[in-house]
């Protein structure tokens, strides 16, 4: 059973100081169509994907991948560590589990200071978690958000033109939380 939103649907940009709620949000993320490769370039030199393309690491050489971000760091899934890629690739891990209860929040800052200095040092960046829809998704999401000062609704939409994404609910309210913080300290898509 699908709710209709008018709201949304006339807002569509998510501009003029509106934050659209949970419901709303994943009514936006059903509606996208279903792709998903192993890895997507969602923004320019940034690259959003799962854990077997974070394994293919001729895979990773050929798209020019300077650095690794791995959203589900430590997990058996996930192989990442600095040891894995060499000194070629940076790398960047966060132990988050896909749970609606965990607090991903603390890593928002950090995962976006690091995908930030690989980007404006010239370098193309693989931001990974299992199946590259939640986890590594809502910290890309995030990124867009505090470097490129998108509502996370603009965030949303950015990344689905590429590949389709579902961050857990949690994971949601925390992001909602953010562009809240940022709306709040005119810190996102001045209008």
Known sequence: HKTYSPYLSRNISGSGG????????????????????HGDEVWPH???????????????????????LNAAHGKLCCKGSDDFY????????????????????????????????????????????AVGVSRSAALVLAYLMLHHRLTLLSSIRCVQEKRWIFPNRGFLRQLIALDRQLR??????PK
């Open 46 to 68: 940034l690259y959003l994907g799962d854990m077997f393309m974070s394994h293919d690491k001729f895979g990773l050489w050929q798209l020019g991948i300077t650095h690794v």
């Open 18 to 37: 509106y934050i659209p709620s949970l419901q709303e949000l994943e009514e936006v993320l059903y509606s996208a169509p279903r792709s998903c490769r």
């Open 184 to 189: 709040d300290k005119g810190l996102n898509e």
């Open 86 to 129: 060499g000194t070629t690739v940076k790398y960047f891990g966060v132990p988050a589990n896909d749970l609606p209860t965990f607090d991903l929040s603390p890593f928002f800052y950090p995962a976006a200071e690091f995908i930030h200095l690989a980007l404006t040092s010239g370098g193309k960046v693989f931001v990974h978690c």
